[in-house]
């Protein structure tokens, strides 16, 4: 199977969908990750080159061996739900071919701050629009056409973020390997006074929240079949 994970900073990755890009990648799946911004604000005001972020976001995916990672550098907090922004996701959509695109909520989550950046609005407005109508109508950007890339219907979309989600992903056997990968972004973790404490939480947190049986670890998305 053919994923495309389209997230707006370097960490979103993995801190929303790690575990499970881990069980997809270990059951053969190919996952690839177009990562919108270099997060260049999430730096300290020393820190000045944003390929810092970059080089975390790779040594991350390497961990969950991420088939690709591309970045398309747009500027760190200032996303929006561009034509411009669309061409460019619409274009991964027709050359990776996905079955499944994993992005964020384009909505506010009210119940948290956590998932409402407004950068994680922005890109998932863009992708849902990437994915519906654009990327599988032939009238738009028929400049891709010339490279040789075709219009492509995306099966299913998952976000993340939602308020209310309605499917859940065991990641039991996979967390230990989400906490490794997520520790390559060493720029994020003075944020942390329990970096791994806080992944384990919330994955019980989620679990019980979708009635997974106790001891049981997982992540949520909403899963929409765009058919």
């Known amino acids: 199977m053919r994923v495309l994970v389209v997230a707006a900073h370097p960490d979103d990755t993995e801190f929303i969908c790690g575990g499970t890009v881990a069980l997809m990648t270990a059951r053969g799946d190919s996952v690839t990750y177009l990562v919108v911004t270099s997060g260049e604000l999430g730096l300290l005001p020393e820190v000045k080159d944003r390929r810092v972020r970059e080089q975390e976001q790779r040594a991350a995916a390497d961990c969950l061996k991420v088939q690709a990672v591309e970045f398309l550098r747009e500027p760190d907090g200032q996303v929006t739900d561009s034509l411009s922004l669309r061409s460019k996701i619409v274009r991964s959509i ?106 384990r939480t919330w994955a019980e947190e989620v679990a019980s929240l979708h009635g997974l049986a106790p001891g049981l670890l997982a992540e949520e998305f909403h899963k929409i079949n765009t058919a």
């Open 94 to 199: 027709r050359q990776l071919a996905p079955e499944i695109v994993i992005t964020h909520s384009p909505v506010y989550n009210l119940g948290s701050v956590r998932y409402s950046h407004p950068d994680h609005l922005a890109v998932g407005r863009a992708t849902f629009a990437a994915v519906f109508p654009e990327a599988r109508n032939r009238n738009w950007y028929p400049t891709h056409f010339s490279e040789g890339l075709a219009p492509w219907a995306v099966p299913e979309v998952w976000l993340c973020g939602v308020e209310k989600s309605n499917y859940a992903v065991d990641i039991t056997m996979h967390l230990d390997r989400k906490i490794i990968a997520a520790g390559m972004h060493e720029s994020q973790k003075r944020h942390f006074t329990d970096f791994a404490g806080f992944f």
